[in-house]
């Protein structure tokens, strides 16, 4: 596999650097607000970096994914909302759980939280080290990273050092790349703020300790193979993290740095005309998965939509985008569901060759840094040559067990098939009720009164129920 690293600005092979094992941290959500999509096309986009490392490459990912759970917004809003910091960020913790199943993502093996004891005495030994590396300062009870003491700082974002301002310091945990400077590890208490003492004064960490620990703590020894996460978290954040982490072990931190690129998001009115920005909440322009549920959209369209464009090109939604995605899925649904009525006949060993030829074709991108839409152009292919089989009848029930085999594997690290099982078994009408109602509508049919049938299917599709009639039989499913 093949994998660009932004350290390095280019693709470099990729295997686990200690036996089978790789070892991937992924920077989570800052837990002050619901995840919005433009979060979630980061955590899908790595999600299917590790089903590809897992299924097509066949490795062990341990994965830690973390929850910021302390830092200066989480603890501004959680005042502004009169609730202690904790049970506020509880709910938007759980709020990511929910929307990270509806989206399909494998759950990773740890996810730790910043105010976990664990974590922030693995912060205050991190902070020791650097201290004892000379790499740090105290100044009104805070401690900071001296960044001229720490050459390869820049590394990763590529920062002149000209630009560098060594010895001015920034408390925020949040800046611009033109404020690179002395940056604070542990910040003194203030009145009203939650606070700590591990064993280097009162107070708490700041935004970029809490990942260095944790990485480190759950998948150390240095270097870890794979650190990720958007690309707004170069700078500041993933650069911080760099130079902590090796000014603390003095070891590399990270062999590879894997990061997905914006979603846009259109600022116009429908016509779609007044060209897109970053989706953020800063911004106040963010859709979460509720507000995609509420236009009449599934999460598996989202997770499609996401899964359309390369993980480091920017991604542009906009309503009609989802549109777009739900009418692709729906295609490739049907397909599949059409191999449940082919005729009877013998394999085609041409079908098999097709098949094989696809798999190849569809491995070759993901091992290519997880090109996930042209994968994704490769099934399409398939799928018009296997129609084209099934319209010619060159394909029957004796090749449905190996495309479906074909399929299974493409999802295995897409993940948008079993997602959309999982919600047709979920319908917004209960399995039961539609069952009678077929039944119902199948009677009326009998007797020709078939403005009732038309009354029961009209029904049944405000509801979000589509039936489809195949002979002597109904199908539903899910709009």
Not at 24 to 38: E, F, P, S
Not at 166 to 181: F, L, P
Not at 204 to 229: Q, V
Not at 335 to 363: H, T, V, W, Y
Request: glycine share 6%; net charge negative.
């Amino acid at each position: 596999m093949r994998l660009y690293n932004t350290l390095t600005r280019r693709e470099e092979d990729f295997a686990p650097a200690d036996d089978n094992t790789v070892r991937m941290y992924t920077c989570g959500l800052t837990v002050y607000a619901r995840g919005h999509i433009g979060n979630f096309r980061t955590f899908v986009a790595l999600d299917v970096l590790r089903r590809a490392l897992a299924h097509e490459m066949g490795y062990t990912v341990r994965q830690v994914m973390n929850f910021t759970d302390v830092d200066d917004r989480t603890i501004l809003e959680s005042k502004k909302a009169g609730v202690p910091l904790r049970e506020y960020t509880d709910r938007y913790i759980d709020l990511f759980r929910q929307d990270a199943a509806a989206l399909g993502l494998q759950p990773v093996e740890e996810n730790p939280r910043a105010t976990d004891p664990e974590n922030l005495t693995a912060m205050a030994e991190t902070i020791k080290a650097l201290e004892q590396n000379g790499h740090t300062y105290r100044s009104d009870g805070s401690i900071y990273f001296k960044i001229s003491t720490f050459p390869e700082y820049g590394k990763l974002a590529h920062l002149d050092h000209s630009g560098i301002k060594s010895g001015a310091r920034i408390d925020s945990d949040k800046y611009d790349k033109e404020d690179a400077r002395d940056f604070v590890l542990w910040k003194a208490t203030k009145e009203g703020e939650p606070t700590w003492d591990p064993g280097i004064g009162p107070g708490r960490p700041g935004w970029h300790i809490e990942c260095s620990a944790m990485a480190l703590r759950l998948l150390g020894p240095a270097p870890i193979d794979i650190h990720a996460g958007g690309v707004d978290l170069i700078f500041p954040h993933h650069e911080n993290e760099i130079a902590q982490s090796e000014g603390a072990t003095r070891q590399q931190f990270s062999r590879f740095w894997v990061h997905v690129e914006h979603l846009m998001i259109e600022t116009g009115p429908e016509d779609e005309t007044n060209g897109p920005e970053k989706m953020s909440k800063s911004l106040g322009n963010v859709y979460n998965l509720q507000d995609i549920v509420d236009h009449g959209f599934r999460p598996s369209a989202l997770r499609y939509l996401y899964l359309g464009v390369h993980y480091r090109k920017q991604l542009k939604f906009s309503w009609t985008a989802m549109a777009q995605a739900e009418e692709a899925l729906k295609r490739l649904t049907d397909f599949l569901a059409r191999l449940d009525s082919l005729p009877a006949r013998e394999s085609n060993p041409e079908i098999g060759q097709r098949l094989q030829e696809a798999k190849e074709g569809f491995s070759a991108h993901i091992r290519h840094d997880v090109n996930s839409a042209a994968a994704i152009g490769v099934m399409f292919d398939l799928v018009r040559a296997l129609n084209s089989a099934i319209d010619a009848g060159e394909l029957g029930s004796a090749d449905a067990p190996a495309v479906r085999e074909t399929f299974d594997r493409f999802d295995q690290i897409l993940g948008i098939f079993a997602l959309r099982r999982k919600e047709d078994a979920q319908p917004p009408v209960p399995v039961e009720e539609i069952e009678q109602l077929i039944a119902a509508r199948r009677a009326a049919r009998l007797a020709r009164n078939f403005a009732e049938a038309d009354r029961i299917r009209r029904d049944l599709d405000t509801r979000g129920i589509i039936l489809e009639d195949t002979g002597s039989t109904t199908r539903w499913k899910r709009k």
